[in-house]
């Protein structure tokens, strides 16, 4: 069982900037994905941005340029820069873990509110 504890949300000024953390209980290079998701109310649950085990990243379009993924493999941490902060940013941010094929593992997720 992997367990992933989230932190680094909270309230922010639209164009602000804030950095989530993503700590795993097992070594990050025995995960082959690490992505962040993100689910506003009423709405569909949205991958964000995901970082392989090869260093391999993806993003969101709405995100792309604004944000950036990477990994403290000493750390066993994934963290998810967010810059130039919008309202449509506003959402519960999951992170989440692959482990072999068919094996995934969620945290239970920061909140970030986007408002001036």
């Known amino acids: 069982q992997v367990q992933l504890v989230e932190s680094g949300g909270g309230l922010v000024q639209p164009g602000g900037s804030l950095r989530l953390s993503c700590a795993a209980s097992v070594s990050i290079l025995s995960i082959n994905t690490l992505a962040w998701y993100r689910q506003a109310p009423e709405k569909q649950r949205e991958l964000v941005a995901a970082i392989t085990s090869g260093g391999s990243t993806n993003y969101a379009g709405s995100v792309k340029g604004r944000f950036t993924i990477s990994r403290d493999n000493a750390k066993n941490t994934v963290y998810l820069q967010m810059n130039s902060l919008k309202p449509e940013d506003t959402a519960n941010y999951y992170c989440?873990?692959?482990?072999?094929?068919?094996?995934?593992?969620w945290g239970q997720g920061t909140q970030v509110t986007v408002s001036a």
């Open positions: 989440n873990a692959r482990v072999a094929l068919v094996n995934a593992y």
